[in-house]
């Protein structure tokens, strides 16, 4: 059973914006890293941020560094990423994770 939902991909031309939100109901995310990861067509799964809620640490792949932003939201227990100038290249299935626990995963498909 998936305990982790990830949502808010969707169709968006080169430059736009998208905002996935990673939501649980069976756990807190307050005490773990929670990331992202992302999958494109023929591709490798690849970390593409991370945040770590016990100090607020955050990480950043460098092709995403300062276009997309990672945060948490304790009082509605979910952590988002927001991008920001996304390019073809970013287009992929996003999954949110936690331990060994993975989200369904949300397509975002940008357009040139």
């Known amino acids: 059973e998936v305990q982790l939902q990830a949502s808010g991909g969707g169709l968006v031309q080169a430059g736009g914006s998208l905002r996935l939100s990673c939501t649980t109901s069976?756990?807190?995310?307050?005490?773990?890293?929670v990331g992202w990861f992302r999958q494109a067509p023929g591709k490798e799964r690849e970390g593409v941020s991370y945040?770590?809620?016990?100090?607020?640490?955050?990480w950043y792949v460098d092709s995403v560094k300062g276009r997309f932003t990672i945060s948490s939201d304790s009082a509605k227990n979910a952590v988002y990423l927001r991008m920001n100038g996304l390019k073809p290249e970013d287009t992929a299935v996003y999954y949110c994770?936690?331990?060994?626990?993975w989200g369904q995963g949300t397509q975002v498909t940008v357009s040139s």
């Open positions: 994770r936690v331990l060994d626990e």
């Open positions: 069976a756990f807190t995310f307050d005490d773990y890293v």
């Open positions: 945040i770590d809620n016990r100090d607020g640490a955050t």
